[in-house]
């Protein structure tokens, strides 16, 4: 039995001033400074989910908070840890969506795919004063992970932050001195509208401004605080860096000081030094940063590939400080690239080499899923996806027996169990607002051919759970092993072409659902109406199974 740590007042109380009434639209609402440095829990905690008006960049507005904090509390595991979280809907701000769900983003739910926290894939959504307590583990799991809501475009309303799973027995342990919250960097857009406004935009939709740990400033704004990396001379800092935004990508810089890049996406890496770091939605890197040079404040820079892509007046930018050092902003300049990030070079410590015949087409299983957009809304293989009345997990359950049974109509994929699955992404140029980060829940895969890169490699790929499309021409094609049932979502994670229907659902291993409904709690299929006809028939299905 897992103690459940309520994380109220408390938690709160570590990272802000006491709140204030609000001056929003909403009556119900309560206003809070934003939180530096991040607050903590464990992997047992109750994570409450509530509106609170914040102005991470000098901008009042009504936001949807993991603990009512931006970015949402840092989820502390170690190694092996077995993970029970209640997520609370304690929503009322009626600007914005009121039901939710938590994905625990790179964690492949083996054997749970019931908490995958997918909303219309693998659970009904939270509704209004609900909750939905989430138990699973992460077995041969550790690295940098995050969460976030996986409701509409709901986590561009703020419904996101980081996860890390610490190993003692981490391989790369003797290249960094320093490695705990205050090294953990999160780097998002923010939107002064709610998504209920931007969702309405036929287009691409631009951000106001880019927090690093939650913290950034907006064009013609106030000069509002900029989050501070501390660090001290010598020491050697394991930086671990995460793309929570919903669609700019970031490349990523501190000025005079080089990277070392030893994970990718939870996977240790072969070092691998940069200077220039390009960081899409969903993805994580950890590198090491010796602070080697003189005592003084340097830039952190994160550049956006959309909006505004300035550092002028502080916009973009953090501030990483020597011990000593004045409390003053930089006036360190970037310098040419002379080390540029080459995805290619990337390979896994554990030397993992991909799946299956090495060779291009030669998996079990191939498909091409080549995305299109007709009249705004994305497609794959010419089908736009669209969320079902019932989540396929739940259909899967209940008897839906084929994959044509199965809604979304042309958008789920049956796979074959422990067989080896190749999907190519031919970039055609189709698809608008690339490039497109793409994300499998469920899996780690083998990327054997990158973005820039027509050369596969089954030797030694990187192994990541987020990739890009890169641009037009690119083929970029991964494996993976169908060793974990379920129904999968694969998407693109900028959230508003995902919500545009830029997705697929990969139903996996069909025949080994009675694994995971051994563990689904009674409370799960209760997050359904009760007349929904596929949650009569899991009471059924599930009935015959014990």
């Known amino acids: 039995m897992f103690l459940h740590i309520v994380l109220t007042g408390c938690l709160l109380a570590s990272s802000h001033a006491a709140s204030i009434t609000s001056r929003s639209n909403s009556e119900l609402s309560q206003r809070s400074p934003p939180s530096a440095p991040p607050s903590t829990i464990g992997p047992v905690a109750e994570l409450t989910i509530v509106n609170r008006v914040i102005a991470p960049d000098g901008f009042e507005r009504s936001a949807t908070l993991a603990g009512g904090i931006f970015p949402g509390p840092l989820i502390k595991a170690q190694k092996h840890d077995n993970f029970s979280i209640n997520v609370v809907n304690q929503l009322q701000d009626k600007s914005m969506p009121l039901s939710t769900s938590v994905h625990w983003h790179g964690i492949h739910q083996e054997k749970t795919n019931w ?186 820079r994160a550049l956006p590939n959309i909006g505004n892509q300035s550092f002028a007046d502080g916009l973009n930018q953090a501030i990483l400080r020597y011990e000593g050092a004045p409390e003053e902003d930089p006036t360190s300049s970037p310098g040419p690239s002379v080390l540029p990030f080459n995805e290619a070079s990337l390979a896994s410590l554990m030397n993992i080499p991909a799946p299956g015949v090495p060779e291009i087409g030669k998996a079990d299983v191939s498909i091409n899923l080549v995305a299109g957009n007709v009249n705004g809304l994305f497609t794959i293989n010419n089908v736009s996806y669209h969320s079902p009345p019932t989540p396929v997990l739940l259909q899967m359950l209940s008897g839906a027996q084929h994959p044509s049974d199965l809604l979304p109509i042309g958008s789920v994929y049956e796979l074959p169990p422990n067989k080896v699955v190749e999907i190519t992404l031919p970039n055609t140029g189709a698809a608008p607002g690339g490039p497109h980060p793409m994300h499998l829940h469920g899996h780690k895969f083998a990327v054997v051919r990158v973005a820039g890169n027509s050369t596969p490699n089954f030797v030694n790929p990187i192994w990541r759970d987020t990739v890009s499309m890169g641009t037009v021409g690119d083929n970029v094609t991964f494996r993976f092993v169908t060793d974990n049932a379920g129904p999968w979502f694969f998407h693109c994670h900028i959230d508003f072409h995902l919500n545009n229907g830029f997705a697929a659902v990969m139903a996996e291993a069909r025949d080994q659902l009675p694994i995971v409904s051994a563990s689904i709690p009674e409370t799960w299929a209760s997050l359904c109406p009760t007349d929904n006809p596929y949650t009569k028939s899991y009471g059924t299905f599930n009935t015959s199974l014990t």
């Open 115 to 300: 908490a995958d926290g997918t909303s219309f894939i693998t659970q009904c959504p939270i509704p209004p004063n609900g909750s939905f307590l989430h138990q699973f583990s992460a077995p041969n799991q550790t690295g940098t992970y995050w969460y976030h809501s996986h409701f509409s475009t709901q986590y561009c309303d703020g419904l996101r932050g980081p996860l890390v799973i610490y190993d003692p027995d981490d391989p790369h342990k003797d290249l960094y001195d320093v490695d705990d919250e205050s090294t953990v960097l999160t780097l998002s857009d923010w939107f002064h509208d709610p998504t209920t406004v931007l969702n309405k935009i036929l287009g691409a939709v631009t951000d106001n401004s880019t927090l690093i740990n939650g913290l950034g400033r907006y064009p013609g704004g106030p000069m509002s605080p900029l989050s501070v990396i501390n660090v001290e001379q010598g020491k050697r800092y394991r930086f671990r860096i995460l793309g929570l935004s919903c669609d700019a990508s970031y490349n990523f810089t501190i000025d005079g000081h080089t990277m070392t890049i030893i994970e990718a996406d939870g996977i240790e890496t072969v070092p691998e030094t940069v200077d220039t770091l390009p960081v899409f939605a969903g993805q994580r890197y950890s590198v090491v940063v010796h602070a080697n040079q003189s005592v003084g404040n340097y830039w952190v």
